[in-house]
């Protein structure tokens, strides 16, 4: 059995496109769950009419009662799903036909994926696509950073995933196991699809898929796609040094609490919790002995894009203000 779960939140300008992409799937899900999280558009009435126009008995649809956020959303959708193999939507991306048949092929074959992740298209508001400059060792339009030439499928660690996820979540399909792990377990504390992931990588079950079969949308309400493949000014017109310092933070407190119950601690994991806290410090107090620290880790010096490092330079220099006014 195959669900898809679908949070919507002022979509209606997209939503469709991605509902009859869906529907025109080779492989057909045996469920679509799709929870509203009180839009303030049409995008529930544009839902209602697509289901009823095209009689999908199996497809349900449900508003909360107030609104949730997308992690909480997510977290109700797979309380109401019943498949072995459960996807992930966006409300405002395309999908390629043969998205379900070619990975839920891929998970019956390889019965160790727990999470399975595919490549991503970049398109624009019109899906066109978007070409993207690749990052050295960088993949997946620039969402997956590798040292080594990535396969067709390639598995990740945990130590890995902490640092950086390998692809959007809407590109995701878990197992019925996974799901039950993740609802036992997940209390908010970072983006549900990257917690899953990480759960998954545990067992050697996180994997990537090397084929673009989502069309990820980028457009003027989405903050990443407003700056991608814009430059330096963009990046740091859209950059919030407190957002960054955060997301670190959350990453922290989630290592802390997989550590109390699900995830034995390791020298790699030591050194995982330094480079996150290094980075939430100097976001926190950005400072030239700061980045100076930051850059004793090898994962910085990798991962890190140029254009970054020019702005944690500024950043470091106290000057960053300036720059964002001539920006």
């Not at 994991?269 to 939430?280: D, E, I, P, Q, S």
């Amino acid at each position: 059995m195959i669900s898809i779960v679908m949070a919507t939140y002022n979509g209606e300008k997209y939503v469709e496109k991605q509902l009859q992409s869906i529907l025109m799937q080779t492989v057909k899900p045996s469920e679509v769950i799709i929870h509203d999280d009180c839009s303030e558009d049409k995008t529930v009435q544009v839902i209602y009419n697509f289901i009823k126009k095209n009689n999908l008995d199996n497809w349900k649809l449900s508003v909360n009662k107030q609104n949730e956020g997308y992690r909480k959303n997510f977290k109700n959708l797979l309380l109401d799903a019943k498949g072995d193999i459960i996807f992930f939507s966006d409300q405002d991306d395309e999908w390629n036909e043969r998205k379900i048949e070619l990975m839920s092929d891929a998970m019956r074959l390889n019965k160790n994926i727990k999470a399975l992740n595919s490549g991503v298209c970049l398109i624009n508001s019109n899906s066109e696509e978007i070409k993207v400059k690749l990052g050295k060792n960088s993949y997946n339009a620039n969402f997956l950073h590798s040292m080594k030439k990535i396969d067709k499928l390639s598995y990740y660690s945990v130590e890995s995933l902490l640092i950086s996820n390998i692809s959007p979540g809407c590109t995701m399909a878990i197992t019925k196991e996974l799901k039950e792990i993740f609802l036992k377990n997940y209390v908010g504390d970072m983006p549900h699809d990257w917690y899953l992931n990480i759960l998954a990588s545990i067992g050697g079950g996180c994997a990537f898929l090397n084929q673009e079969l989502t069309m990820y949308r980028m457009h003027n309400n989405n903050t990443l796609g407003s700056a991608t493949g814009k430059g330096l000014k963009a990046s740091i017109r859209f950059f919030n040094q407190n957002e960054r310092a955060d997301e670190f933070q959350e990453r922290l407190r989630a290592l802390s609490n997989m550590e109390k119950s699900i995830i034995p601690s390791t020298l790699q994991l030591t050194y995982v919790r330094g480079y996150l806290k290094a980075r939430m410090v100097f976001y926190q107090n950005p400072s030239v002995f700061r980045l100076f620290k930051l850059y004793r880790y090898h994962d910085y010096r990798e991962r890190t894009q140029v254009k970054g490092k020019v702005w944690d330079v500024l950043l470091s220099l106290r000057i960053s203000k300036l720059i964002e006014k001539v920006c």
